[in-house]
């Protein structure tokens, strides 16, 4: 299923095209929608603040995670490994699940009309998260047995 995803160019540049599209999709959703309505205020706020710390906190782990092998493309770097430790070891993509927690905190605080391209955006990042796993099997033997004790695709426990 998930090798029959298109590759949108040599290393996936067409993925990361349409990923920047729909991010300034839900800046603008949240710029320009409608503001949310007074009630539950404290209670979206404070689930934007952990989500905004749960963002930071896997995208800045697996920036620095990866190292040298960090790239906004889906197809895996030559000569990379698997990484299996921090981030990682709670999650096969938490610069993804990083960046849905951001974006889902910025849709918290700004509009409710930024949920729908969050939304879009979400489904999005698992079909890219499919094509980037297909590649990860190709280059890498053991991504297979990574992928299996590593459970959750992008937030730790949820998803």
Do not use: C
Not at 69 to 79: A, G, L, R, S, Y
Not at 148 to 153: E, K, L, P, Q, W
């Amino acid at each position: 299923m998930s090798g029959s995803l298109p590759q949108l160019g040599r290393r996936g540049e067409g993925w990361v095209v349409l990923q920047l599209v729909l991010l300034a999709a839900i800046l603008a959703a949240g710029t320009r929608g409608s503001r949310w309505p007074s009630a539950a205020r404290s209670a979206r706020t404070l689930a934007a603040a952990v989500s905004a710390l749960g963002g930071l906190s896997l995208f800045a782990g697996a920036a620095g995670g990866l190292g040298r092998q960090i790239t906004p493309f889906p197809k895996p770097v030559e000569h990379g490994s698997v990484r299996r430790s921090g981030a990682y070891g709670l999650v096969r993509h938490p610069m993804y699940g990083g960046v849905l927690l951001l974006a889902l905190a910025w849709s918290l605080v700004s509009s409710p009309a930024a949920l729908a391209p969050w939304t879009v955006a979400a489904v999005f990042l698992d079909a890219k998260r499919r094509r980037e796993e297909a590649w990860l099997v190709e280059v890498h033997p053991d991504y297979e047995e990574y992928r299996a004790s590593v459970h959750h695709s992008f937030v730790p426990f949820v998803w």
